[in-house]
């Protein structure tokens, strides 16, 4: 297969850069040499030096965003939940299950029994979805392992999505995340565990990113997780916190002191924490296919969010447990319907506040001269139209470092 060209001239665009409907060139051209963004405007002031480019793509007066980002999945795990569906169903409790032995622990059993190629598939089926959506950027956590091995297992799949898909893998270590059964009653002994040795161990080979806790009753304690945090922080990790989920046990205002990247799911979130979040430059991510999925009734305090001017990401929080979904389209019409955001603040959410999210301001989530050419193409009349539908995926085209992934396959790094 002869070498994929990386410059290319795609015009007759309505382009929002940053994601922002409100803020559009009517007529746009972006302009790619060597995978990067070389040029970005109106339509007649394209620059003559762009002359030489030969592919040109006529986009008929389509939209164009930058790629969307997830900023929180646990993409790679072993088996599924619909079991505990139907319990749920039936009148249990997530914690309940929890207690009993299901939730998060029994994917940690399945995850374990898996090998690397098992669990790369099972990935793999989930992320061509969001793909297929215009999703360019993905967090992935690691977490259903909760030994060294298989936590290593899953951030291989991880990486290796990143090379074999055209998409930009960030993962996050979640050693943290539940009990292991064979550590029970003894959540500080497994602590130890996470912060002296698999920690440092998959730090050592390049596989971790940030560190993740999930601090919660079910979870973790504050001060459990403020371990975690200062062994993430010896090594140079940046740090973020499954927060105020299923109560209010003062994880924000841990993570805040330790400046997390974000704080997510945020349910019982009051105005000190938004507070702390403002003076931290901390992120709202907010995961309404956990709250549909679990029929939470607690909205997290978007007035509050509003009123201290704090980003908020949206993400699939795609796991077996609360979130089984691969649609991040579908998340943006939860986010409006059901947390009642705006659809500025839905497509910000998945574009440059998800960025800042994952510290990766610097490099997605905007469309801008020497970034990464990653964008989505969408047929629509209006980009309202991206969280107005449910179940209909106008995405066109994806374009990730310049290559329409279209010409690309599984298998093939773009």
């Not at 930058?66 to 900023?71: A, F, N, S, Y």
């Amino acid at each position: 297969m002869g070498t994929i060209s990386r410059d290319g001239i795609w015009h007759n665009a309505r382009i929002a850069p940053n994601g922002n409907p409100d803020y559009i060139i009517e007529r746009g051209t972006i302009a790619v040499r060597d995978g990067v963004i070389a040029w970005l405007g109106d339509d007649d002031a394209l620059p003559l030096e762009f002359a030489t480019i030969k592919n040109h793509h006529d986009l008929g007066a389509q939209w164009v965003t930058p790629g969307l980002i997830d900023c929180h999945t646990h993409l790679v795990y072993g088996g599924n939940r619909a079991d505990e569906f139907a319990l749920r169903l039936a009148g249990a409790s997530y914690e309940e299950i929890a207690r009993r032995g299901g939730g998060i622990v029994s994917t940690v059993r399945a995850t374990r029994a898996a090998d690397e190629e098992s669990l790369f598939a099972q990935a793999a089926r989930r992320l061509e979805a969001l793909l297929a959506e215009g999703v360019t950027t993905i967090e992935i956590k690691s977490g259903y392992g909760l030994d060294l091995a298989t936590e290593r297992k899953i951030l291989r799949v991880a990486r290796r999505l990143g090379v074999s898909y055209p998409v930009s893998v960030v993962t996050s270590f979640l050693g943290a995340h539940a009990l292991p059964p064979e550590y029970r009653g003894r959540a500080d002994d497994y602590i130890t565990l996470v912060c002296e040795q698999m920690l440092p161990a998959l730090h050592a080979e390049g596989l971790i990113d940030a560190v993740d806790v999930f601090c919660e009753n079910i979870g973790f304690s504050v001060a459990q997780s403020e371990r975690v945090f200062i062994a993430a922080e010896r090594l140079g990790l940046p740090v973020k916190m499954h927060a105020e989920q299923l109560s209010n046990l003062g994880a924000t205002q841990l993570a805040t002191r330790h400046g997390a990247l974000s704080v997510d799911h945020l349910e019982f979130l009051d105005e000190a924490d938004v507070i702390a979040m403002k003076k931290a430059g901390t992120v709202a991510v907010l995961l309404p296919g956990a709250f549909y999925f679990l029929r939470e009734k607690q909205l997290p305090p978007i007035a509050l969010l509003r009123r201290y001017q704090i980003p908020i990401a949206l993400a699939t929080d795609c796991n077996p447990g609360t979130s089984p979904t691969a649609s991040l389209l579908l998340m943006l019409n939860m986010a409006c319907t059901l947390f009642r955001l705006t659809v500025t603040e839905a497509l910000m959410g998945v574009t440059t506040h998800a960025a800042r999210a994952l510290g990766q301001a610097d490099r997605h989530g905007q469309l801008a001269v020497g970034r990464s050419a990653d964008f989505a193409i969408w047929s629509v009349d209006s980009l309202a139209e991206l969280a107005y539908w449910s179940g209909l995926n106008l995405c066109s085209g994806v374009v990730r470092g310049g290559i329409d992934t279209r010409d690309t396959r599984a298998g093939i790094a773009a």
